[in-house]
Nanobody, 125 residues
Framework: QVQLVESGGGLVQAGGSLRLSCAASGRTFSSIAMGWFRQAPGKEREFVARISSSGGSKYYADSVKGRFTISRDNAKNTVYLQMNSLKPEDTAVYYC??????????????????WGQGTQVTVSS
């Protein structure tokens, strides 16, 4: 079992920045790959970023590449999503997710077996 709690969401103007955090508990965090997804109203949940258990491999959706950075601190059992140059289209509920058994589809919600409750990010124009 893995418990995930996100924080750091809020309201920001376009061009601004936010850093999301996701605190994990319940299993050895350093052995788990982590991802961030987001879901806008009326849309499906979509992949944002992923980081391997060691932090050595990172993947991003094209829509956030160059603006968002995923990182982790295994000593603090926490994964982060630094979001810069935010756009109104980044408005969504952001979820962190844990992948305890990688099957090869890092961009799919089906790959991840534990989810946080989500944190709202709203970008005003």
């Amino acid at each position: 079992q893995v418990q995930l709690v996100e924080s750091g969401g809020g309201l920001v103007q376009a061009g601004g920045s936010l850093r999301l955090s996701c605190a994990a508990s319940g299993r050895t965090f350093s052995s788990i790959a982590m991802g961030w997804f987001r879901q806008a109203p009326g849309k499906e949940r979509e992949f944002v970023a992923r980081i391997s258990s060691s932090g050595g491999s990172k993947y991003y959706a094209d829509s956030v590449k160059g603006r968002f950075t995923i990182s982790r601190d295994n000593a603090k059992n926490t994964v982060y999503l630094q979001m810069n140059s935010l756009k109104p289209e980044d408005t969504a509920v952001y979820y962190c997710a844990a992948d305890t058994y990688y099957t090869g589809t890092y961009y799919s919600t089906d790959e991840y077996n534990y989810w946080g409750q989500g944190t709202q990010v709203t970008v005003s124009s």
